[in-house]
């Protein structure tokens, strides 16, 4: 599917991950709506990039959502939605003192990360799956899991179970959505250098990037960017996670 004038919907579009996303695929002609909960964030790029929009949203509010993609529409017929949205906040199992893992703590992540995306995911497809055909094809949906996923480190428990959630339900929702010419594809990302890492000091960036394998660095959210513009341009890209990664595979911790 070529991007060029094409409507797109991303999700934690006003940084690190999504907001590069979001300017890979206006680099390539399409029109976006940022969706956030940050209203500095997403008006100031939206206000920066041409062809944009900002939507405040929670992805876990059907409501906000289904006004977001309303939103799309006023851009054009939506055709790419891109879930970037997602949180990791971290605790084990039990804890040194033997108290066992918040269970709210364990839904909020849970809730966020992974019911989150199937909502966007569901919507989004609802929205596309009006849209005319173009080769066959109405539609690309792209959604964020980790190598957490396979990798959990310690204290990754409730993250790497949502992320894992997130690859899990790739072939289903491809298989689900093939009828009516949409495809699915997840992208599962190493440690990339976001805003969240830049807060830490050099000596602990080094650190994390010792353990990529090559190019021994933190991934560029420009490469992620990259990558989702790739799926979408590539029609039989379908039903697959990809790592992204640099060949990394986590420690315990």
Sequence with gaps: MKLAGTVALVTGGASGLGAATVRAL??????????????AKGAALAA???????AKADVTEPAQIEAAIEAAATLGTLRVAVSCAGVGWA??????????????????????????????????????????????????????????????????????????????????AARDLAPVGIRVCTIAPGIFDTPM??????????????????????GDP?????????????????????RLDGSLRMPPK
């Excluded at 920066?48 to 900002?54: H, I, S």
């Excluded at 804890?95 to 966020?112: A, Q, R």
């Excluded at 990798?151 to 339900?169: N, P, R």
Aim: glycine content about 10%; cysteine-free; proline content about 4%.
């Design 197 to 218: 890492l830049g807060a830490l000091p050099e000596d602990k960036r080094a650190a994390l990037a010792a353990d990529v394998v090559f190019p021994k660095r933190l």
């Design 26 to 39: 206006v680099a390539r002609g399409a029109k976006v709506v940022i969706v956030d909960r940050d209203d």
């Design 91 to 172: 605790s084990r199992t039990l804890d040194k003192t033997g108290k066992p893992h918040d269970l709210d703590l364990f839904k909020t992540v849970v809730g966020i990360n992974l019911i989150g995306t199937f909502n966007v995911l569901r919507l989004a497809a609802a929205a596309i799956a009006k849209a005319d055909p173009i080769d066959g094809e109405r539609g690309v949906i792209v959604n964020t899991a980790s190598v957490a996923a396979y990798d959990g480190q310690i204290g990754q428990i409730a993250y790497a179970s949502s992320k894992a959630g997130v690859v899990g339900m790739t072939l289903p």
């Design 48 to 54: 920066e990039l041409p062809g944009t929009a900002y």
């Design 222 to 242: 420009a490469e992620y960017g990259s990558l989702v513009a790739s799926i979408v341009e590539l029609g039989y890209l379908n039903g697959e996670t990809i």
